[in-house]
């Protein structure tokens, strides 16, 4: 059993940078692959970024290419999300997600890819 929670969410104005951490336990972490989702209001579940065992391939919706970076630290069992340059677009709950099969990130499929989902925590940006 793999748990994953989410911190780092919160208000910040446009133009603004949050970064989202994900702790997750399990002794076999750095064997994972890890995404992050979010889920607007009123919407679908969407990806959003994914990085695989070893942090050397990552992947990202178009939505957020150049704002956003995933990264992780192994040793601390710890994935990230520095989100910067953020829109009202963005607003939604951002769910953390392991892969413990460690399935190629290049192309996510969708949220099914993932087997162990965190509570999530909410980022709000205000215009």
């Known amino acids: 059993q793999v748990q994953l929670v989410e911190s780092g969410g919160g208000l910040v104005q446009a133009g603004g940078s949050l970064r989202l951490s994900c702790a997750a336990s399990?002794?076999?972490?750095?064997?994972?692959?890890m995404g992050w989702f979010r889920q607007p209001p009123g919407k679908a579940r969407e990806f959003v970024a994914a990085?695989?065992?070893?942090?050397?391939?990552?992947s990202y919706a178009d939505s957020v290419k150049g704002r956003f970076t995933i990264s992780r630290d192994n040793a601390r069992n710890t994935v990230y999300l520095q989100m910067n340059s953020l829109k009202p677009e963005d607003t939604a709950v951002y769910f953390c997600a392991a892969d413990p099969t460690g399935r190629s990130v290049t192309v996510v499929s969708g949220p099914s890819q993932f087997d162990y989902w965190g509570q999530g925590t909410q980022v709000t940006v205000s215009s």
């Open positions: 399990g002794r076999t972490f750095s064997t994972y692959a």
């Open positions: 990085i695989d065992w070893n942090g050397w391939i990552t």
